[in-house]
């Protein structure tokens, strides 16, 4: 088991940037594909990035590949969300998911352990 906790959102304009970070507790999150979500009001939740246990590999949805960027600190049992040249359509809540020995897409794209959630609103 594994607890995560999402930091990092805010409310920026078009054009900003952002860091969203997931940091989680217990000594095993090196054995944790991770990835990142987001829910739309009035959406579902949808993938958004994603990286394997091993650092690599990292998947992105089509929406936000070149804009964002996944990385992982297994040091310091983060992983981050560099989210560039954001856009409105961004706004939305963003969650991390965690998925032992994840690596391939199905297996980060479908986590075991969710976060609670960072808030992101993008202005126009």
């Known amino acids: 088991q594994v607890q995560l906790e999402e930091s990092g959102g805010g409310l920026v304009q078009a054009g900003d940037s952002l860091r969203l970070s997931c940091t989680a507790d217990g000594k095993f999150f090196s054995t944790y594909g991770m990835g990142w979500f987001r829910q739309a009001p009035g959406e579902e939740r949808e993938f958004v990035a994603g990286?394997?246990?091993?650092?690599?590999?990292?998947y992105y949805s089509d929406s936000v590949k070149g804009r964002f960027t996944i990385s992982r600190d297994n040091a310091k049992n983060t992983v981050s969300l560099q989210m560039n040249n954001l856009k409105p359509e961004d706004t939305g809540d963003y969650y991390c998911?965690?998925?032992?020995?994840?690596?391939?897409?199905?297996?980060?794209?479908?986590?075991?352990?969710w976060g609670q959630g960072t808030q992101v609103t993008v202005s126009s």
């Open positions: 998911g965690a998925s032992a020995w994840g690596e391939t897409y199905t297996a980060v794209a479908n986590p075991s352990f």
């Open positions: 990286i394997g246990w091993k650092k690599s590999p990292t």
